[in-house]
C-alpha cells in the first residue's frame, strides 16, 4: 500500500517536532518497531544529537528486533544503549497474570529513566499512538505513572499517521508488520518461560521466513505445548497447501511443539485479551 501524506498529518509531524524539541534532550525507548523508529527519527530531526536510543535485549524481545535496532540506530547515527533486563526477577511476571504488561512495563521503564538520567537526558520517550488507547493495555498505565512521555500521542498521531509519514521520510519500517513482545503470545494465567519464549521467537522466525508477513504463533500448555497460527484471512489457503503444511509441522514440531494448529479465525491484534474475556 502506498500512503499520501495530507496536509493534516504534515501539521501532526510538525506539532510533533514541537514537542520534541521543548524536551531540550530525551531518550527514545526503541524496540525497531514502526512506531519507535518513527519516533527516534522524529526526535533526531528535533533534538540532533540531544538524543539516545535505549533498547532492552532479553527473553520477550525478538532477536531478530535486536539486530534491527542495532543496524537503524548505527545508520541514523544515534548513541544506542543496550540494556539486559529479565523479566524472570521481576515479582509476579513468570505467573503472567492479567497486569503483566503492567509488572513488566514498570520495572522496564525505571531501568530507562535510570539509564536516561546517567545519560543527562531531560525525559524518557515511548511510542504509543492514538490507535493504542482502545485496547486493553496495562504497560500505558505504567507509563504514566512514571511520568513517561508520549509525544506521538499528544501531537495526535495514529498509526496510519505514522506510517504515511515514515513513507515519505523512507524510513524502511512504513510498511512493516506489528509485533507485540513475546509474552503477549501466552494466555493470561500460565506460566512463562525461558523455554517456552525462545520456542516462541523460534518458531514466529521460521513463519517469517516462509515469507508470512502478518501473524502470530500463540504457545498453550504447561508440559505438552500446542503452537495456535493466526495467519491474515489471505493466508490461511497458501498455508494449508500439501508441501507448506507440511513444513509448518515438522518444523514447529522440532522446535519442541507436541501440536501445531491454525486459528480458523486468523490474526487480530489483542487476541489474547479477547480469549480471556470470552472464558472468564
Known amino acids: 500500500m502506498d500512503y499520501t501524506v495530507t496536509a493534516a498529518q504534515h501539521d501532526k509531524y510538525n506539532r510533533l517536532l514541537s514537542i520534541l524539541s521543548s524536551y531540550g534532550s530525551a531518550a527514545v525507548a526503541f524496540s525497531s518497531g514502526v512506531d519507535s523508529t518513527f519516533l527516534l527519527y522524529a526526535a ?22 535486536l539486530e534491527e535496532a542495532l543496524s537503524y540506530c548505527e545508520r541514523l547515527g544515534v548513541k544506542h544503549v543496550v540494556l539486559n533486563i529479565n523479566e524472570m526477577e521481576i515479582e509476579g511476571f513468570a505467573q503472567n497474570p492479567k497486569d503483566r504488561c503492567y509488572l513488566c512495563k514498570k520495572d522496564l521503564f525505571q531501568h530507562f529513566l535510570d539509564t536516561a538520567k546517567a545519560e543527562n537526558m531531560a525525559v524518557v520517550v515511548e511510542g504509543s499512538n492514538l490507535d493504542d488507547e482502545g485496547d486493553y493495555r496495562p504497560g500505558l498505565k505504567a507509563i504514566a505513572e512514571l511520568g513517561i512521555k508520549s509525544p506521538l500521542r499528544e501531537a495526535g498521531m495514529t498509526k496510519n499517521d505514522i506510517r504515511a509519514l515514515s513513507q515519505h ?112
Open 44 to 65: 533526531r530531526a528535533a533534538l540532533s544529537d540531544n538524543v539516545v536510543a535505549m533498547t532492552a535485549s532479553s527473553g520477550v524481545f525478538p532477536k531478530r528486533e
Open 169 to 280: 521520510f523512507g524510513l524502511p519500517t512504513w510498511d512493516k508488520s506489528s509485533f507485540a513482545c513475546l509474552a503477549s503470545r501466552f494466555p493470561y494465567g500460565e506460566n512463562i518461560s525461558d523455554k517456552k519464549l525462545d520456542m516462541v521467537d523460534k518458531a514466529e522466525q521460521i513463519m517469517m521466513e516462509l515469507g508470512f508477513k502478518q501473524f502470530r504463533v500463540r504457545i498453550h500448555g504447561n508440559d505438552i505445548f500446542l503452537a495456535r497460527i493466526e495467519l491474515l484471512p489471505e493466508d490461511i489457503a497458501r498455508v494449508l497447501t500439501e508441501d507448506l503444511r507440511s513444513t509448518v509441522h515438522d518444523a514447529l514440531r522440532k522446535i519442541g511443539f507436541t501440536y501445531v494448529s491454525l486459528d480458523l479465525y486468523g490474526y487480530r491484534t489483542g487476541n489474547m485479551n479477547v480469549f480471556q474475556d470470552e472464558v472468564e
